[in-house]
Every structure is written in structure tokens, then in C-alpha cells.
């Protein structure tokens, strides 16, 4: 009977220590998921561009996780990415985002953040905001519904851009332009925004020797652009401090790095 009585509590104590076990694996998977952030972006290559180091960036901060998914095309505007939904609920062959569509992308993962955005050379355009922005966010929430939708603000182009002479303004107005018809399609719609467009615009009025955009170009983002985009989503996503980044590119000076992320911090 002794014996017997020792084997039940022998064997009750490992249940309860399998079942504690069981419990705190659950836990931990519990907080993996709840630091990681599924993000997918539809846009185009200024979306690429504050993506570049975004995974690297993140990854540095202690218990924080990223998954990036794109449904970018080089050049798209809002209004094309709202007729290429049209039109691939009609024809069922069509996958312009890499061989799929965007339904099928929005129901792959479970995304925690959709973010969209206007073209670089209509930003400055308020017509060319709607209906489409309001179309694409009805078919993110018809089948991402968990999903939070952000508004990239991207940013004007390098004062000696060509383009801007074409535009006929300065990149000053391009800029404020482009602000003011962000903030009305987040005001319209409670969506909250990534403000690259506006980290830029600091950054280049507090040190214009830091370049921020591509020389190939002058509107793409160059390394420093695409690292200053990248702690600005990284701080707004996670609601951290982008002073907490240890990530920094190859090549980038350390001083560099810091006053980017202190700007991102703003």
C-alpha cells in the first residue's frame, strides 16, 4: 500500500510538472507572437525604399520581430492598385503582385498592419486621392479585417531635382502639399500615419549635408533616406524609441546613424 501511495504521488507530481511545462511553452509562444508584427505593404519603391533596413532595424531592439510582406509595383498609384483589385476579381488568371493577387496576399498571413500611400508625382495631387484610397481600404478590411491600415506619408523630392522644375515648385511646396493631403485621407478616414515625408523635411532643414536622397535620381531614397524611413516606421509600429536602434548599415557613420534616428524620433 506504501509503495503504491508513493507511485500515485510520483505520478501526480510529474503530471502537474508536464501540465506546468505545457502551460509555460503556451506562454512563450503567446509572447513571441505578441512581439512580432506582420506588416504588408501596397505601393510601390518608396514603400521598398522604408522597408530597405526595416527588418535589421528591428530585429536589433531587443523583443522586437518583424515579418514584411510587399504588394508593391514600381510606379503604382492608388487609383491603379484600385483598378487591378477590379479587375482581378473579374479574371481569376490575372496576378500582377508576383504572381498572385491581392486578395490572395491579404489571406496568406495574418497581418497586423496594411499600409498604403499615394505615388511619389501625384502626392502633391489632392484629386488623385479618391475614391481610390477609400476602395482599397474597404477590400483590406474585407479580408484582413484584424489588420490595421497605416498611411504612408512619403517625401518630397531633393531641392535640385530635376522633376520639380517640371512640377513647377520648390521641393519645400512639394512637400507641404503632399502633407496636407495625407493628413486629410488620415483625418477622413482615423488612420493613422508613417511620417517619412516629414522626417525628411527635418532632417534637411537641420543638416543639408546629410543627403537623403538617391544621386542616381534625387527622388528615391538613398541609404541615409531609406535608414531615416525605416526608424520612422520602426518607432510608430512598436511605439519605441528609435534611439534604441543598435542597427546600423554598413558604411553609415555612427554620428549619422544617431542624428537620423534622433530625427525619426521627433
Avoid at 33 to 47: E, M, V
Avoid at 128 to 136: F, G, L, R
Avoid at 152 to 171: I, K, N, Q, V
Wanted: hydrophobic share 35%; net charge positive.
Amino acid at each position: 500500500m506504501k509503495r503504491l501511495n508513493l507511485f500515485l504521488i510520483i505520478l501526480v507530481g510529474a503530471l502537474i510538472l508536464l501540465t506546468n511545462q505545457q502551460t509555460s511553452a503556451k506562454s512563450n509562444r503567446h509572447q513571441d507572437l505578441s512581439d512580432t508584427i506582420r506588416i504588408l505593404t501596397i505601393g510601390n519603391s518608396f514603400a521598398d525604399n522604408a522597408c530597405l533596413f526595416l527588418q535589421r532595424i528591428t530585429e536589433s531592439v531587443e523583443g522586437c520581430n518583424i515579418i514584411i510582406g510587399k504588394a508593391n509595383i514600381g510606379g503604382c498609384f492608388l487609383e491603379k492598385h484600385a483598378n487591378l483589385i477590379q479587375q482581378c476579381e473579374l479574371d481569376s488568371m490575372l496576378k500582377p503582385y508576383s504572381g498572385k493577387s491581392l486578395k490572395e496576399i491579404l489571406q496568406q498571413d495574418y497581418w497586423n498592419v496594411v499600409t498604403i500611400q499615394q505615388v511619389s508625382y501625384l502626392s502633391f495631387k489632392a484629386e488623385t486621392y479618391q475614391p481610390y484610397a477609400n476602395e482599397i481600404c474597404d477590400f483590406v478590411n474585407k479580408y484582413a479585417s484584424q489588420a490595421k491600415i497605416f498611411i504612408h506619408e512619403t517625401w518630397a523630392y531633393a531641392p535640385d531635382c530635376s522633376r520639380l522644375e517640371e512640377f513647377g515648385m520648390t521641393s519645400g511646396q512639394m512637400y507641404r502639399r503632399l502633407k496636407k493631403n495625407y493628413n486629410i485621407l488620415s483625418r477622413n478616414n482615423s488612420l493613422p500615419i508613417l511620417p517619412s515625408g516629414d522626417a525628411f523635411h527635418r532632417s534637411s532643414r537641420k543638416n543639408k549635408e546629410i543627403n537623403l536622397w538617391s544621386i542616381k535620381d534625387r527622388y528615391h531614397a538613398s541609404i541615409n533616406g531609406c535608414y531615416l524611413a525605416g526608424c520612422v516606421w520602426f518607432g510608430k509600429l512598436f511605439g519605441r524609441s528609435p534611439n534604441e536602434i543598435t542597427y546600423i548599415p554598413k558604411g553609415m557613420k555612427k554620428e549619422t546613424a544617431k542624428f537620423l534616428q534622433t530625427i525619426a524620433s521627433r
